[in-house]
């Protein structure tokens, strides 16, 4: 059954490979430059080992997932945007022309859209089609979807990832695509942290004043509906969550299972990532936060994820967007770990001190 493969999933993720550790921070040590002098880069390329387990790690081939859903809480006026859009967009992804497309090919990456929940017929040879259902209920009055199909939308990004993995693809980025669904990402932050929706909704798309208080409204009518459990995260997933949500949740503890890293994108993508690190602490080595968005309660999120933003650059796109430009610095990471000369083979003397 879902749950009892969801156990085994979380069973099987490990801690990170400190012997690779040591190794990489040896190897940091030697080469030419004062120690410490590449600052984040440096901790990036001893996380970068400790997940593979190779001190020199490289990544060839990766790939974003963008998981597409519908949201039921539409219907309340959440968005600046009407829901048809994430099909619309959808379509945009497999014909390259949106923002992850762009960004992805800049990065050598692979965009898989997944329609796991779009409420839209979606045909297309290049869509994963992995439709739970379409969409979820409005989770202002009742559960957005059954533990059963939260359990299976987690299983499904697992899934593909494990797949993707025993291709060689061996770094992951988490996309995502629903309209309404930065309203379910803030009833599972508050949920699953106790902070008041005040703190956790934000603009989304960029609505106004009154459709951000008509929003906060929602998500407290949502958490007082629902009462999802803060101690279970496939219940928070299921009662204010998303289906797109769950998927980036199996996405994350497919990548910790197969020992690659994966980035995480924005708002909704580290709701995902709080939500798989209640599920299975050891997962969160496995997280690498790609940027800050300006979606209010991102920067919290984050220090819940004890998670160091690379980059802030006021993006709030979601998609993927901030996790393909952070490939650029995994990339930098790995490659001065690979090619940069060390003091002995350039003949350049030590400081003093060693
Ligand atoms: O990634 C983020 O931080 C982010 C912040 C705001 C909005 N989004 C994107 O915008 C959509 C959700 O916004 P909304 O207003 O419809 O809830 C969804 O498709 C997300 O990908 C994404
Ligand atoms: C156009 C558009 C593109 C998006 N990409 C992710 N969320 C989005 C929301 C809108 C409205």
Same mark, same amino acid.
């Given at each position: ?33 004062? =120690? ?8 990036? @390329? ?7 387990? +190779?001190?020199? =790690? ?24 009407? /829901? ?64 059963? +199909? ?14 993707? /993995? ?43 004043? +009154? ?16 009462? =999802? ?8 997933? @299921? ?49 690498? @936060? ?18 160091? =933003? ?28 690979? +090619? ?15």
């Amino acid at each position: 059954m879902g749950y009892d493969a969801i156990l085994e999933l979380i069973g099987s993720i490990g801690g990170l490979d400190t012997v690779a550790m040591a190794a990489a921070e040896e190897h940091l040590g030697r080469l030419t430059k004062p =120690p410490g002098s590449l600052g984040k880069l440096e901790g990036l @390329a001893v996380k970068l080992a400790g997940i593979t387990g +190779e001190a020199l =790690p490289e990544f060839p081939r990766r790939t974003v997932f963008v998981m597409a859903a519908d949201h039921g809480v539409c219907e309340e006026g959440v968005s600046a945007f009407p /829901a048809e859009v994430t099909p619309q967009m959808v379509g945009n992804f497999l014909a390259g022309g949106a923002a992850v497309n762009v960004l992805a090919r800049q990065a050598g990456a692979d965009v898989v859209c997944v329609d796991i929940g779009v409420n839209a017929e979606l045909l297309h040879p290049a869509l994963m089609q992995r439709k739970v259902r379409y969409g979820t209920s409005n989770m202002a009055k009742g559960a957005a979807m059954t533990r059963e +199909e939260a359990e299976a939308a987690v299983l499904i990004g697992a899934r593909l990832v494990e797949e993707a /993995a025993s291709h060689g693809v061996r770094l992951f980025v988490t996309g995502e695509m629903g309209i309404g669904n930065t309203t379910a990402s803030a009833a599972m932050m508050s949920a699953l942290t106790g902070i008041s929706p005040e703190h956790s909704v934000g603009r989304g798309t960029g609505i106004d004043d +009154e459709r951000l208080r008509r929003k906060i409204e929602v998500v407290q009518r949502a958490l007082e509906v629902n009462r =999802p459990d803060p101690g279970d995260p496939l219940d928070v997933l @299921a009662k204010v969550g998303g289906l797109e949500i769950a998927g980036l949740t199996g996405v994350i503890l497919g990548a910790a299972k197969s020992r690659c890293p994966v980035v995480i994108d924005g708002f909704i993508s580290s709701v995902a990532a709080l939500a798989a690190s209640r599920l299975a602490p050891e997962a969160a080595g496995y997280m690498i @936060a790609s940027h800050v968005s300006a979606e209010q309660g991102h920067r919290q999120l984050l220090r819940e994820l004890k998670l160091d =933003p690379m980059l802030e650059l006021g993006m709030r796109l979601g998609e993927g967007t901030g996790g393909v430009l952070a490939l650029h610095l995994v990339d930098a990471a790995s490659w001065i770990m690979r +090619e940069m000369a060390t003091f002995e083979s350039a003949g350049i003397s030590t400081g003093g001190d060693q």
